[in-house]
């Protein structure tokens, strides 16, 4: 089964325009963590935000945000006002690991969404 | 302060050759995890290393190995290569394997011909 689901494989969104890129997991594990990373054309991964599996609150960096509803498995980037420079892909991924063991660095990455500003 | 510098960023080679590529974390960071991104297989995690020892371990052949040195550079070496291993080669580096941000190098494009 797929740890981390991304069902939209492309998105065109209007400049300025508020954007929600959709994201499900999957783990037994009551501790985690849930990141999202934007990759340019040029191939860097670059981090946008981290959410915790204890965090109370939804985390915002920014103009990003993520919706984080636990029982439901989702952690939903909602970009807001978009801008031409948001054209890439977007991955969100998981650390899993237990309190005691929360030393697991790996990475479980979803598929990605393209995401493609219009002017 | 500086990010993740991976080193070469473009690489040709033949099959059955070897390569090895280069990764200095964050300063201060002492955890580096290396990626394989395909357009087929997407993104797979390789190995990652912390003070020098190998934690983790993805599902990839012997053919690929890591190591990392006492300032937290690591290398990451491919044996006799072969056209699957054409790829972007990630690594993260993050502080201490708990922390709450893991950073991205720009990659190593690696094309085997």
């Known amino acids: 089964a797929q740890k981390i689901t991304q069902t939209q494989p492309g998105m065109f969104v209007q400049e300025k325009e508020a954007v929600t890129l959709d994201c499900t997991y999957d783990?037994?594990?009551?501790?985690?963590?849930l990141f999202w990373y934007k990759q340019p054309s040029s191939g860097e991964m670059i981090f946008l935000i981290y959410q915790g599996s204890y965090d109370e609150q939804n985390a915002t960096e920014g103009r990003y945000s993520l919706n984080f509803q636990k029982a439901r498995k989702s952690a939903n980037l909602v970009i807001s006002a978009s801008q031409l420079g948001d054209s890439a892909m977007y991955f969100c991924?998981?650390?899993?690991?237990?309190?005691?063991?929360?030393?697991?660095?790996?990475?479980?990455f979803g598929t990605g969404t393209r995401l493609t500003i219009i002017p | 302060k500086a990010g993740v510098t991976q080193t070469p960023r473009y690489l040709i080679k033949t099959r059955g050759q070897q390569v090895t590529l280069s990764c200095s974390p964050i300063?201060?960071?002492?955890?580096v995890s290396w990626y394989q991104q395909t357009p087929g297989q997407g993104l797979q995690f390789l190995f990652e290393y912390f003070s020098e020892t190998q934690r983790n371990k993805g599902n990839f052949p012997g053919r690929f190995s890591g190591r990392q040195f006492s300032n937290s550079r690591s290398e990451m070496n491919v044996s006799t290569l072969e056209l699957g291993d054409s790829a972007l080669y990630l690594c993260a580096s993050s502080l201490d394997g708990r922390g709450t941000e893991a950073f991205f190098g720009q990659g190593t494009r690696l094309t085997v011909v």
């Open positions: 300063s201060g960071h002492r955890s």
């Open positions: 783990t037994s594990d009551q501790s985690y963590g």
């Open positions: 991924a998981m650390r899993e690991g237990s309190i005691s063991n929360f030393g697991n660095e790996k990475l479980t």
